[in-house]
């Protein structure tokens, strides 16, 4: 059953896991109904991407396109609510702001990420290992972790079923405690890694993620995760939104209303001990 906005909160031990292992998932956060309608969103930017010829700003969103064997690869569609008002509504449900709200420790939050990744079969979109810290920080004041406990939670709401071959999730257990490390190509070549923690970053020590449509990932900007390619014959579609603490944002983001400011229902933050 899709939990409701009364039992959206996060217990206690969710929020140890989250700040202890790195990520949580909440099963089944979306209805089936709900899926659908995303999905049907992604399709229509699909089509609109099938009509784009580079890289670029249309209809609120922006497209990050690429090539590979003559054919069109959508890499990302950033701020896809820009162009889908549904997705950027599903952005501010209280299933989605109500726990970010109580691990940042704040009822008040800017919604930074609201994007969609498709993974169609074998498209060759990858990505590798890293912490969203790096897409957050980059440098110049672009980031501040004003609440001391990272200050920034990505969600990502599963569209298709992720499954061994279709490009799952991959976690690094307790890399949400390094801080932030480097990332060579395939592995960490951070020099702190290569002394200290490197055998923790190879792929045989993920936490491979199997989720069914409509189940969802919180995690942190430093637990490290990656995806490889989706070598299944079906689509392995995402949504992404991510919030971080006021004040901690110093960057502008693409998209029309990109970093909107959201408030959670009231008082939920205060569940966080
Ligand atoms: O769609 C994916 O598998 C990649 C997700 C990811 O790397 C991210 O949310 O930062």
């Given at each position: 059953?899709?939990?409701?906005?009364?039992?959206?909160?996060?217990?206690a031990?969710e929020?140890?896991?989250?700040?202890?292992?790195?990520?949580?998932?909440?099963p089944?956060?979306?209805s089936?109904?709900?899926?659908?309608r995303?999905?049907?969103?992604?399709?229509?930017?699909?089509?609109?991407?099938?009509?784009l010829?580079?890289?670029?700003?249309h209809?609120?969103?922006h497209?990050?396109?690429?090539?590979?064997?003559?054919?069109?690869?959508?890499?990302?569609?950033?701020?896809a609510g820009?162009?889908?008002?549904?997705l950027?509504?599903?952005?501010n449900?209280?299933?989605?702001?109500?726990?970010?709200?109580?691990?940042?420790h704040?009822d008040?939050m800017d919604h930074?990420?609201?994007?969609?990744?498709?993974?169609?079969p074998?498209?060759?979109?990858?990505?590798?290992?890293?912490?969203?810290?790096?897409?957050?920080?980059?440098g110049n004041?672009?980031?501040t972790?004003?609440?001391?406990?990272?200050?920034?939670?990505?969600?990502?709401?599963?569209?298709?079923?992720?499954?061994?071959?279709?490009?799952?999730?991959?976690?690094?257990?307790?890399?949400?405690k390094?801080?932030?490390?480097?990332?060579?190509?395939h592995?960490?070549?951070?020099?702190y890694?290569?002394?200290?923690?490197q055998?923790?970053?190879?792929?045989?020590?993920a936490?491979?993620i199997?989720?069914?449509?409509?189940?969802?990932?919180?995690?942190?900007?430093?637990?490290?995760?990656?995806?490889?390619?989706?070598?299944?014959?079906?689509?392995?579609?995402?949504?992404i939104n991510?919030?971080?603490?006021?004040?901690?944002n110093g960057?502008?983001?693409?998209?029309?209303?990109?970093?909107?400011?959201?408030?959670?229902?009231?008082?939920?933050?205060?569940?966080?001990s």
């Amino acid at each position: 059953m899709p939990k409701t906005r009364r039992d959206a909160r996060l217990s206690a031990n969710e929020i140890q896991e989250f700040f202890e292992v790195g990520w949580i998932t909440r099963p089944a956060l979306f209805s089936t109904g709900e899926v659908s309608r995303m999905r049907a969103c992604f399709d229509e930017l699909e089509a609109i991407a099938s009509q784009l010829t580079e890289t670029g700003l249309h209809r609120g969103a922006h497209f990050v396109l690429g090539a590979k064997n003559g054919e069109q690869v959508i890499k990302r569609v950033v701020w896809a609510g820009g162009c889908k008002r549904y997705l950027l509504a599903i952005g501010n449900d209280p299933r989605l702001t109500a726990p970010c709200a109580q691990l940042l420790h704040s009822d008040v939050m800017d919604h930074l990420l609201n994007q969609a990744h498709f993974k169609r079969p074998r498209d060759g979109v990858v990505f590798d290992w890293h912490q969203d810290i790096q897409h957050r920080d980059k440098g110049n004041g672009t980031w501040t972790d004003v609440n001391g406990r990272g200050s920034f939670v990505q969600t990502l709401i599963v569209l298709d079923e992720m499954v061994p071959d279709s490009g799952p999730l991959l976690f690094m257990p307790g890399s949400s405690k390094w801080g932030r490390v480097g990332f060579g190509d395939h592995a960490c070549r951070h020099p702190y890694l290569a002394r200290r923690r490197q055998a923790k970053c190879r792929s045989d020590n993920a936490v491979m993620i199997a989720a069914q449509p409509g189940d969802t990932l919180f995690f942190g900007p430093y637990t490290a995760h990656a995806s490889f390619e989706n070598t299944s014959p079906r689509y392995r579609r995402v949504l992404i939104n991510g919030y971080a603490s006021p004040g901690a944002n110093g960057r502008d983001y693409p998209g029309s209303g990109a970093g909107r400011r959201l408030v959670a229902p009231a008082g939920l933050s205060g569940a966080l001990s």
